[in-house]
Structure formats: structure tokens, C-alpha cells
């Protein structure tokens, strides 16, 4: 089977070296000129709004999946037309618009940080004045690892944030004081099956997430499946989704979904006994889905910007890197480690090694 990737990057990597033990080929479809998937597969180089590329392209696969939210859905729905592709044009949209996710939420009574459509500096004005300060002014579109955003802590910061962001459509949401930060990786299977890994819990720094780590047998395990379920069957979802969530004392609120595999779910590689990116390839191509229990504790660091010295990392026990063979830059996501133990003790003395080594 031939499955073609919308995307080239780190994710659509991972999906690649999953699916090509079980026989899968990949068509990677990107407007870059060498993303860092191309030596898993073929590249067809192409904008996402060339429909002639994009014929070419679902002509050449079996099936299509996507690796990031901000692919039009415009491209999905021409897409579908030619060759399934999951997740579906629903998520994406829903995904891929911060306002309508929102409303999404709130249909479907997920709790989730008060939030205003913004589209005048007049309106901010508003919306400040009936959500509070602090709040967060965020583009409704193109807003990912932090992009697109502004914190409002006064009402000295409306000009600037105004100048920076005005020109968008925008959602202004109330900045929560939340608790931790947690994720949970939901997969349905086309027939409705769904299963769910162990939550992650995450930590952001400038938006971007910098360290993530698996918790198995988390007391919030349980109400993170039940909005995440809700979301799933809502938009008769096929492949691995993961929903960001703050928790607030025993309260969780949803932060945004991502309809595709995740960052905070990378630990599953070496941590679970089967990968989310295996897990998303069996969902889409209709094959039985993996078990997605722990095999020990797991955490995750994120490379930013440049590549550490591997010397000293991989002196570390339990220590597996992955490096995405991109050029490093200022912010960029060049690669990652993951620290595995099946003793506690010991992973938590790894853990702390592994942070001061980076």
C-alpha cells in the first residue's frame, strides 16, 4: 500500500519509519524543496493549492494523511475526491480554526478557557471587558509552537499586541492559571474502535512544548478520555487525535486538539507497546489496532534550535535519540530524546541528568 503524507516534516519522518516495516511506501507531498521525510519515500514538490499537483499526487497513493493542521481544507476536500483521506475534512477544519474550535467545545459541553471572536480593535476592547486580564489574543488560523499569539497582562499591551496581530482574524481567550499542563492521545480505528495511551504531562516554554513525560495510571486518565471520546465520535474521526488540556485544580479545561500525532506523544516509541505513529498508520489503512499500554516510565526532551552533544547524552542508560535531519535554527524542532526505565527510582535520577546535560 501506498500512503501519501501532506508534509514532509519530523512527524511525517516518524510516520515513515513506522509504516515501512509493515510494507507501506510513502508519497510525501510538500512545497519545500528537500523537507526532512524525502529519504523515506518520494517527494512530489507542490503548493497545497495546485490542484493539478495535488491529481497527481492522490492519483499516485491509496490513501492520504496529513501531518500538520494548517493544510487548507480546501486541499482535504479536493482530496477526498479522488482518494480517502483521514483524518477527514471535519477535523481539519475544526483544528485549523482556533474560533471554531472553540465553538466546537462548547457544542459539545467540553469545558474550555472563555473566549471572544476579535476582528476590530473596538471588539478586543470589548472582549477585555467581559473576559478580564490576563488573556491571550491569538490568531484564529496558522497558530502553532506559540506562533500568533500575544498576552495581554494590561491594557498598555493592546496597542502593540494590536500592530502585531490586526490584520488577522483573531479569538482573544482568558489566560489560565492552570495546575499542569496534560495531553491524552486518543486513535479510532475505521470501525469506531478507540483506545487511548497514558496521559502526558507537558511543559511549554515561549509555546513552544520543551519536555513531556508519560503517567501512567494518572487520576485524570479517566475524565481526559471521556472529552477526548467526545471529540472522536463528534467528528467520526480515523487516526491518532491528541487534546491539550490545562488542569485546574480538579477541573480540566480544553486548550486545543491536534488532529494528527503529537509531540507529546513521541515517548510511545520507545515507552509503548505500540508507537502512535504506528497506531495512526493501522487506523487509517484499516488494519486491527495496537495495544497502547506502558512498557516502563518515559520522557521526552525536545531539541530547539541546535543539536546537543550526542557524546554525553547517549552515555545515559535508557537513552534513545532522534535526530530529524533538519538545519539548525533559532526555535526550530531539530530532534529529540527519549528516556526510558522500567524502575521509577531510576528514571527519575535520569531524568534530572538528562535536563542538566541540556
Given at each position: 500500500?501506498?500512503?501519501?503524507?501532506?508534509?514532509?516534516?519530523?512527524?511525517?519522518r516518524?510516520?515513515?519509519?513506522?509504516?515501512?516495516?509493515?510494507g507501506?511506501?510513502?508519497?510525501?507531498?510538500?512545497p519545500?524543496p528537500?523537507?526532512?521525510?524525502?529519504p523515506?519515500?518520494?517527494?512530489m514538490?507542490g503548493?497545497?493549492?495546485?490542484?493539478?499537483?495535488?491529481?497527481?499526487?492522490?492519483?499516485?497513493?491509496?490513501l492520504?494523511?496529513?501531518?500538520?493542521?494548517?493544510?487548507?481544507?480546501?486541499c482535504?476536500?479536493?482530496?477526498?475526491?479522488i482518494?480517502?483521506?483521514h483524518?477527514?475534512?471535519?477535523?481539519?477544519?475544526?483544528?485549523?480554526?482556533?474560533?471554531?474550535?472553540?465553538?466546537?467545545?462548547?457544542?459539545?459541553?467540553i469545558?474550555?478557557?472563555?473566549?471572544?471572536a476579535?476582528?476590530?480593535?473596538?471588539?478586543?476592547?470589548?472582549?477585555?471587558g467581559?473576559?478580564?486580564?490576563?488573556?491571550?489574543?491569538?490568531?484564529?488560523t496558522?497558530?502553532?509552537?506559540g506562533?500568533?499569539?500575544?498576552?495581554?497582562?494590561?491594557?498598555?499591551?493592546v496597542?502593540?499586541?494590536w500592530?502585531?496581530?490586526?490584520?488577522?482574524?483573531?479569538?482573544?481567550?482568558?489566560?489560565?492559571?492552570?495546575?499542569r499542563e496534560i495531553?491524552?492521545?486518543g486513535?479510532?480505528s475505521?470501525?469506531g474502535?478507540?483506545?487511548y495511551?497514558?496521559?502526558?504531562?507537558?511543559?511549554?516554554?515561549?509555546?513552544?512544548?520543551?519536555f513531556?513525560?508519560?503517567s501512567?495510571?494518572?487520576?485524570?486518565?479517566?475524565?481526559?478520555?471521556?472529552?477526548?471520546?467526545?471529540?472522536?465520535?463528534?467528528?467520526?474521526?480515523?487516526?491518532v487525535l491528541?487534546?491539550?488540556?490545562?488542569?485546574?485544580?480538579?477541573?480540566?479545561?480544553a486548550n486545543?486538539?491536534a488532529?494528527?500525532?503529537?509531540?507529546?506523544?513521541?515517548?510511545?516509541i520507545e515507552g509503548?507497546?505500540t508507537?502512535?505513529?504506528?497506531?495512526?498508520?493501522?487506523?487509517?489503512?484499516?488494519?486491527?489496532?495496537?495495544k497502547?499500554?506502558?512498557?516502563?516510565?518515559?520522557?521526552v526532551?525536545?531539541?530547539?534550535?541546535?543539536?546537543?552533544?550526542?557524546?554525553?547524552?547517549?552515555?545515559?542508560?535508557?537513552l534513545?535519540v532522534?535526530?530529524?535531519?533538519?538545519?539548525?535554527?533559532?526555535?526550530?524542532?531539530?530532534?529529540?530524546?527519549t528516556?526510558?526505565?522500567?524502575?521509577?527510582?531510576?528514571f527519575?535520577?535520569g531524568?534530572?541528568?538528562?535536563?542538566?546535560?541540556l
Open positions: 500500500m501506498i500512503i501519501g503524507v501532506l508534509g514532509g516534516g519530523q512527524l511525517a516518524m510516520l515513515a519509519m513506522a509504516g515501512l516495516p509493515l507501506f511506501d510513502f508519497v510525501f507531498y510538500d519545500a528537500d523537507p526532512c521525510a524525502a523515506l519515500g518520494k517527494h514538490r503548493e497545497y493549492s495546485d490542484r493539478i499537483m495535488l491529481s497527481r499526487f492522490a492519483q499516485r497513493v491509496d492520504v494523511t496529513y501531518e500538520f493542521e494548517n493544510v487548507p481544507a480546501e482535504i476536500e479536493f482530496l477526498s475526491q482518494t480517502p483521506v483524518p477527514g475534512a471535519q477535523a481539519l477544519a475544526c483544528a485549523g480554526d482556533r474560533l471554531r474550535e472553540k465553538s466546537v467545545f462548547q457544542e459539545l459541553g469545558p474550555a478557557p472563555a473566549f471572544r476579535v476582528d476590530s480593535l473596538p471588539e478586543l476592547n470589548a472582549a477585555i467581559e473576559i478580564g486580564l490576563p488573556a491571550v489574543l491569538k490568531t484564529r496558522l497558530g502553532y509552537d506562533k500568533g499569539q500575544f498576552i495581554l497582562r494590561s491594557r498598555d499591551d496597542g502593540r499586541a500592530v502585531m496581530l490586526g490584520g488577522f482574524s483573531l479569538v482573544l481567550e482568558s489566560l489560565v492559571a492552570f495546575d495531553s491524552v492521545l486513535v479510532r475505521q470501525a474502535e478507540i483506545l495511551y497514558p496521559l502526558s504531562e507537558n511543559v511549554h516554554h515561549e509555546g513552544v512544548l520543551r513531556s513525560k508519560s501512567p495510571q494518572d487520576p485524570e486518565q479517566k475524565a481526559a478520555e471521556e472529552l477526548a471520546g467526545k471529540l472522536l465520535r463528534h467528528l467520526d474521526y480515523v487516526g491528541a487534546l491539550e488540556l490545562f488542569q485546574v485544580g480538579s477541573t480540566l479545561l486545543e486538539i488532529p494528527r500525532v503529537h509531540n507529546s506523544g513521541h515517548w510511545t509503548a507497546m508507537s502512535q505513529f504506528e497506531n495512526h498508520l493501522r487506523a487509517i489503512t484499516g488494519l486491527p489496532l495496537g497502547t499500554s506502558v512498557t516502563g516510565h518515559s520522557a526532551v525536545n531539541f530547539i534550535g541546535r543539536q546537543p552533544d550526542l557524546v554525553a547524552l547517549l552515555g545515559l542508560r535508557g534513545h532522534h535526530l530529524y535531519g533538519k538545519a539548525e535554527r533559532p526555535g526550530r524542532k531539530v530532534g529529540h530524546a528516556l526510558w526505565s522500567r524502575s521509577g527510582a531510576s527519575k535520577e531524568c534530572r541528568t538528562l535536563l542538566s546535560l
